[in-house]
Structure formats: structure tokens, C-alpha cells
């Protein structure tokens, strides 16, 4: 992508509205514009963050066998008298009705249209376990959107669904999930610790929330420190294996960590310590056990190995992938702008031309652009005539983890230079060589 072609409406000024550096960068680097409160368009940069984070999603999702599908934005309401959460949702759902007087809804959430699907199509135990999926803009009328896409009114949502034929089956999907969302979190550069969360009125302690820590976040956390080093890394899952992934789920889930509406300060004040600590969180993702919840309210029965009809066992599973653009600048970045993970970066490498119209620069400029797409790698090329410190200024701000610049003096010598966006460290080389450095360093990332 060539920079003069492209849509980067970058502002110079601090906008006035936002309150915390993810929504300041966001709207300074041209990624969202709002529309209304708590509703935003995305733009080109926000549109290519959005779809790289949707994409690691999908892939860590289907790697644990759960399968996507789509479910439309408007439901009935219909749907929702069944479970009787038509009349509980209160004023958070935004209420339609259609040219015909039938009441509508802008769907916040998905559980009774996907139960909906699983008893019109599903009655044996033969057909599970099965766990459907899928991406898709959620409503909520939130009474103080802010912050951005942290807090908005319409935002993306992956929310999946498991169904069960017992409760031992349950609680495995819901430990799948666990891992899975772990791996997720981690591919795009974050450190989400899964939190016990409230229950609510199911009870039962099978909720976690996913929690990135940040000073800007929403919620109160209390945890061991230790359990930050915990990392999946590239360890191999075989998510079918019940031990296994239950075991992990222990792992990340023995040291104390709680958000402030399950702390226990007894169980707390046992930490040692100097590993004892009070911060704040960004919620990223919750998982959830329900049981029969849904499913004996609308009929969703299986019959059994057996021969007798029970409630199909379910839980709801969601992770806040507009959010998670938000989060992931709070946790990364500097006083000059973003600093994306390689995982979730809009481009995975900027060209600077210092000296743009010099013939030997522009010829190495697009010798490098036609030979990071021959290995899959789309750079922004910033070719527009600009002073060098603009061109550097917008390279730091939007954040691409990598740069290369290129000049006449470098080119000279053969030499182009590879600067670190996070260490801010440069190298000179060849620019075979920073073609094939830059392929390394995604290798492990696409
Ligand atoms: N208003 C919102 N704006 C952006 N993301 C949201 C919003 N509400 C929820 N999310 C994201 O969706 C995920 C799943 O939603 P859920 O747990 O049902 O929300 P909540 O905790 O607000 O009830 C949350 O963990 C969060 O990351
Ligand atoms: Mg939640």
C-alpha cells in the first residue's frame, strides 16, 4: 500500500473528547471516527487491526473444533419471551418494531437464537459435542459509553455457544474455551489472566473473566503477581483430551485472582507478601457454564446413549474483539504513538523514503515493497514528498512494529536501515537482508 493512495486521515491535535491514550491514538492515527455515541465507523487502519485480531480468533477457535457460523444483528422478540430476558434486559436493549408492528430487537447477546437452531435441527447425542460460533455487532444501550471502543454502544463480539450431553461434557467445553482463549490473547502480544468471576443469579463457580491489566481499566483486580509469567507459549494442545486441557486450566487458575466482586481479603491476605498486588483490569473475554438454563426454558432436549430425553447442557462463551483493539494500545505504546504486537499490526512493516523523486531511493523503496509481497507481507510505503520528520512522526504514531528507511546516502553504501518501533533500535543492511530479517520475524506470527 502506497501511502499517497491511501485513506490515513491523521490528526494533528489532541482530540478533546477522549479520556485514555487507546481512544486519543485511535482517533489520531485515523483508525475510527464516531458517529454517534458509542458508535463508530472504522476506517481503513482500525478496519485492518479489526480483521487481523477477528482472523485469530477464528483460527484459535477452530483449532479447538468449534465451528463458525452467523446469526443475524436483529432478532425477534419472540425468542427472547421464551427465556423470559425479553422483560429482564431492561433498558440496555435497543427495541425495534418493524413495518408490521412485531416487536424487534437489536441483539446483545446470542443465547436463545442459537438454542433456537440446536432444537430445530439437533435431538441425539450422536451429534455432540458441538460448540457453534460465530462474530458478530452487538447492541447494548449502555448507559455511559466511553473510552472509545472499550465501552460503546454497538461493538464486535465473538460469543460462542456449547452443547452438551452431560455436565462432565459441559464443564470440558468450557475448559477448551479457556485454553483457547489463552492462546488467543497471546498471539496478539497480551498477558489476559483468567479471573474467577461472579456468578450471578446461576450460581456455581464456573465464570471466568479474561482480565489485560491496565491502570485505565474499568474493573478492580487482586492477584498474586506470579501469575503473569504464566505463558501457553508454543506448547502443542490436543483439545480432546479432558486431562490435559483441565490441567492447564489449573495451572492458570491456582493463584489467586480475582476482580473486586469475588474477592475474598482472607484468602488474599495468605499471598506472601511482596507478590501481593491491587491493580486495575480490562475486561477481554468471559467464559460461562449455565447448565440447562436456556435450553429446559425453550425445549432443547437430546435424547440420550440410554434412551431418556434430558435438557442439552450449555454455556455461553465471549470475547470482546472491537474491545480488544482498545486494550491492546493501552497495553502497548509510548508517548509517540501505538506500538502493535506483530500479531495484530495493520501492516508488518513501513517503508520511508527520505528522498522521495531521487531515482536510486524510489527504485529501492519499491524493490523492497515488490519483495515483502512476493513473501506474503504487504508494507505501507510512505512515498508521499514530506520532510523526513513527518514521515517518521506518522510512522510512530500509527505503530507498525517495524520500519525501513531508505536514502540516498544508505543506498550508496548498499544499505537501507531496520529501526524497532518498540526498542527504537536501527540497523543497517542490506535490503535483501531486511527483507528476509522482517520474513523471519513473521514467520512465527502468520
Ligand atoms: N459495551 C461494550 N463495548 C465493547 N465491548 C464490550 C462491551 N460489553 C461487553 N464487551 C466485551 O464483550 C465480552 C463479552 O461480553 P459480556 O461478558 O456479556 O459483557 P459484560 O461483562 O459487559 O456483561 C466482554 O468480556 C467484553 O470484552
Ligand atoms: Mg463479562
Redo the contacts with the bound molecule.
Sequence with gaps: MRLSRYFLPVLKENPAEAQIVSHRYMLRAGMIRQQAA?IYSWLPLGYRVLKRIEQIVHEEQQRAGHIPLLMPTLQPADLWRESGRYDDYGQEMLRIKDRHERDMLYG??NEEMITDIFRAHVSSYKDLPLTLYHIQW?F?D?MR?RFG?????E???K?GYNFDVDKAAALHAYNRHMVSYLRTYERMGLTAIPMRAASGPIGGDNTH??LVLANTGESEVFYDDRVTGLKLGARQVDYDDRAEVEGICKEFTTLYARTDETHDPALFDQIPEDHRKVGRG?????I?YFGTKYSEAMGATVVTKDGSKVPVEMG?H???????L??IIEASHDDKGIIWPEGVTPFPVGIVNLKQGDAAADAACEGLEKALLAKGLEPLYDDRDERAGAKFATMDLIGLPWRITVGPRGLANGVVELTSRRTGESEEMSPEAAVDRIAQIYAAHR
Design positions: 458509542g446483545p447477546t452487538k447494548r449502555e459509553p471502543v472499550m465501552r460503546g454502544r461493538f464486535y463480539m460469543d473473566e479474561f480490562i475486561e477481554v473475554g468471559q460461562f455461553s465471549g470475547i470482546g474483539v472491537s474491545r480488544l482498545g486494550a
